[in-house]
């Protein structure tokens, strides 16, 4: 027997109390379609499209004097951008840089502090982690002459699908330089507590450096408080930047005498750069981090999204978030054709990211069933479906929809006319 949660009624009296309801008016979406992959690539947004326009405008106008005319002139663009971002990461303005990607600031990071000696060689990571960061270790591993096999540790999941942090801390031991973990398991939106894996990576003598990938934008961060050494993020999800968007980098301010490891001209200093010497003098904050000139159309969604993240507030984001959330969660375990998936993110809300994540046996071909019917959701091979609803643009009703729809689809067995292989793009 279904309760009044499991009613459309239910769920529009939720979105009439919800103070930030009327944000979503902001963001394109299609009518009749319900949006749950904000996780993957978030949605754009009227401020996003006006800021580029904006920057359009300005190279239609200035030319090359856009680098320091308008606006928001590009010479200096990538910094101004790195203030607007910083509260949402928790850290002090001159510690972070809108730059790279999350590859390209990894490669950029790991080449500045694996510096591995006699006794300290390894970088740890895990099992769970984004192959790209896993990539990226194994060549940084590779560039020092080290076999990736000995020298690039990854911690085991105890399930497949979450991380045991004592596990984690087991794994750093005196033959460990450099941690690399995501605060937001990719696959399982588990939440890494990063203030305490700090702290033993910090009492072992050990440097450790975090994905913000599936936090940044979607939950609050304190970087700074927490001592993290580094950080490094892409702007496309939760940030909705835009596909392709830029990322960013966080640089303790303890490191900041530190030359980067991968030197280019637009990690000089400022008054010095066009000076164009031979020799580096690197600007004095995380800004030396930056390489090649940066991708100016690509920065521009940013202006818009990150001025409406300083509106709202991520407090107010995270706590609409796991209300959403939640609500999934709920009506997962109402509906009876949906209590057949494995809900396999954390339940607490400390340990939850902002996505459920299901599996099935069947999860590509109910994906597709999905999309059929407007739905929207990630799927993950073998067998994950991840739905995120996103608290600047996702609605009660979406949820309630999304879920109903899945319950619908799993009564009708719909999925059953579509194979059960991903897509090139899943």
């Not at 009492?203 to 927490?226: A, Q, V, Y």
């Not at 939850?352 to 959701?377: D, F, M």
């Not at 073998?382 to 608290?391: H, L, N, T």
């Amino acid at each position: 027997m279904l309760t009044d949660a499991a009613t459309r009624v239910y769920a529009e009296k939720l979105d009439e109390n919800d103070p930030l309801n009327a944000y979503a008016s902001l963001f394109y979406k299609e009518k009749q379609t319900v949006y749950v992959d904000g996780n993957s690539l978030g949605l754009l947004s009227t401020l996003a499209e006006e800021a580029t326009l904006a920057i359009l405008e300005s190279w239609k106008r200035y030319g090359i004097d856009g680098w320091t005319e308008g606006e928001h002139p590009w010479f200096t663009l990538s910094e101004s951008l790195a203030s607007q971002m910083a509260p949402l990461l928790g850290a002090h303005r001159d510690e972070v840089m809108v730059t790279g990607s999350t590859t390209s600031n990894l490669h950029q990071l790991l080449a500045t502090f694996y510096k591995p000696d006699s006794t300290r060689t390894k970088i740890v990571a895990d099992e769970l982690n984004f192959p790209t960061d896993l990539y990226a270790l194994d060549a940084q591993v590779r560039l020092h002459q080290l076999d990736p096999q000995d020298h690039l540790q990854l911690i085991k999941s105890r399930d497949g699908h979450t991380l045991a942090e004592e596990d984690i801390l087991a794994a750093m031991t005196d033959d460990v330089a450099v941690v690399i973990l995501s605060s937001v398991l990719y696959r399982s939106g588990q939440v890494l507590d990063m203030a305490r894996l700090t702290k033993a990576a910090h009492e072992r003598g050990i440097l450790i450096g975090f994905d913000l990938c599936h936090s940044i934008g979607s939950l609050p961060h304190s970087l700074s408080k927490d001592d993290v050494d580094f950080a490094f993020w892409c702007s496309y999800k939760h940030l909705n930047g835009g596909p392709g968007s830029v990322g960013g980098l966080f640089v303790n301010r303890r490191f900041h005498s530190e030359r980067p490891g991968l030197a280019g001209w637009f990690g000089s200093d400022k008054e010095k750069q066009f000076d164009l010497a031979t020799s580096f003098t690197k600007a004095a904050g995380a800004g030396a981090y930056q390489m090649g000139t940066p991708h100016v159309l690509s920065l521009a969604p940013l202006i818009g999204s990150l001025e409406l993240f300083s509106e709202v507030g991520i407090e107010n984001i995270r706590r609409k978030s796991l209300q959403l959330t939640d609500y999934m969660l709920t009506l997962l375990s109402e509906f009876p054709e949906t209590r057949q998936f494995k809900v396999m993110n954390p339940r607490s809300h400390r340990e939850r990211g902002a996505h459920v994540y299901l599996e099935h046996p069947e999860a590509a071909r109910i994906c597709k069933a999905l999309k059929a019917q407007h739905v929207i959701p990630d799927f993950r091979a073998p067998s994950g479906i991840r739905m995120a609803p996103v608290a600047l643009y996702n609605s009660f009703v979406d949820v309630w929809a999304c879920v109903r729809t899945l319950a619908w689809i799993m009564r009708e067995e719909t999925y059953k006319n579509f194979d059960n292989e991903r897509g090139v793009i899943a």
